[in-house]
């Protein structure tokens, strides 16, 4: 999250920005979002129960939060952000009973979420304000939640690349792998595993059969670490 202008400056031209940034991959922001919910979603099949109540940390204007409603089958979901006006995009296009979007001061964090989802957050949060984010995300997971931290991947040149291009993440300070796990261990969180997705653009689509396999080397455009709330 930036500070509540820059995006509620972006809230009505997201999509047109980012899938500007994305259009060297020969892909739009709909095959990302949608691939690492699908990764998300494989990581978990051996981590059961599987989640019930979600919450999408930073959720912008929502497109993400109804794809985890929908591939969880879940009872309800919760999407956080900081601007205004993101919020009111996400309520207009995806509000229902089982999918609600606050600020961050309308929610209570009541140590009964099962899994907090984060996509390309921290990298926009003030270095001095990235703890005390964690440890909200701690308040808001019940003892053993799962948090899934997604960030763009600053050792992969494609993304360095695609961040230049796209208006709200040229300034972003980003967090290589290393460092995202000792930022996690340090507040209290058990790792669960790393993992690097998204190599292949679209001209290369055949190759993507073998993204799964090489989910452990740390090129991937993009990295998930999967960690747990203490029991």
């Known amino acids: 999250m930036s500070d509540l202008p820059e995006f ?9 920005e980012l899938n500007q940034g994305l259009s060297v991959t020969g892909e739009e922001k709909e095959y990302f979002a ?12 051996s981590l059961p129960p599987s989640p019930r109540l979600v919450m999408d940390y930073g959720c912008g204007i929502g497109d993400t939060t109804v794809l985890l409603l929908d591939a969880f089958h879940l009872n309800s979901v919760v999407g956080l952000d900081v601007s205004a006006r993101s919020l009111e995009v996400a309520r207009l296009k995806h509000a229902s009973q089982q999918c609600r979007f606050l600020a961050f001061d309308e929610y209570i964090p009541s140590a009964e979420i099962d899994l907090v989802y984060c996509n390309g957050v921290f990298h926009h ?18 003892p053993g939640g799962l ?16 961040m230049s291009r796209v208006p709200f993440d040229r300034d972003a ?3 290589t792998p290393p460092q995202a ?36 080397i740390p090129m991937g455009a993009q990295y998930q670490v999967l960690c747990r709330k203490p029991v």
Request: hydrophobic share 40%; net charge positive.
């Open 34 to 45: 949608q691939g690492r919910v699908n990764w998300l979603r494989h990581c978990l099949e």
């Open 173 to 175: 300070v980003t967090i």
């Open 147 to 162: 948090f899934a931290l997604w960030e763009n991947n600053p050792w992969n040149p494609g993304t360095r690349y695609v």
């Open 125 to 142: 949060i003030p270095l001095e304000m990235r703890n005390p984010a964690l440890d909200y995300i701690l308040r808001c997971l019940r």
């Open 181 to 216: 796990k000792e930022l996690l261990r340090g507040r209290g969180f058990e790792i669960v595993g790393i993992s690097f997705l998204f190599w292949f653009p679209r001209f290369l689509k055949p190759l993507r059969l073998i993204e799964p396999y090489l989910s452990r």
């Open 8 to 16: 509620d400056r972006y809230a009505s031209t997201y999509d047109a």
